[in-house]
């Protein structure tokens, strides 16, 4: 196997290890300001649960998904579309779009 693939892959999955932890963990930090951004008028907690339990169910699903990625070989690719289109959904302010790309995003990090 070639050296250089090595290396890509592994700092690839690095990556994606850190993109786990960090989208796991910031969103309760950043709770508040999302309220303001999408003008919750209450601070409701299905709101709360909604914005961090999301991408725990895209993890679930991805994890089941996994088995069947490595038919293709093509996982790591995968995973690194996914958090790139996934975050791309996340950078809009309308809470639709900004939840399901907390669930894609939850899908690469499940795979």
């Given amino acids: 196997m070639n050296k250089n693939w090595i290396i890509c892959a592994g700092l690839s999955l690095n990556i994606g290890t850190l993109t786990y ?3 796991a963990n910031c969103m309760n930090d950043a709770l508040d300001t999302m309220i303001l951004v999408f003008g919750i008028t209450t601070d409701t ?3 709360k649960a909604t914005l961090t339990t999301v ?4 993890c679930l699903f991805g994890a089941i998904l996994s088995k069947w990625m490595e038919r ?3 996982s790591i690719v995968c995973v690194d579309l996914l958090f790139c ?3 791309a959904l996340m950078i809009f302010d309308n809470f639709s ?3 399901m790309g907390r669930f894609i995003t ?3 990090g499940g795979i």
């Fill in 21 to 23: 932890a960090f989208t």
């Fill in 45 to 47: 907690p299905i709101f």
């Fill in 55 to 58: 991408y725990y169910v895209g």
């Fill in 72 to 74: 293709y070989h093509r």
């Fill in 85 to 87: 289109i996934g975050s």
């Fill in 97 to 99: 779009i900004f939840i």
């Fill in 106 to 108: 939850g899908l690469g």
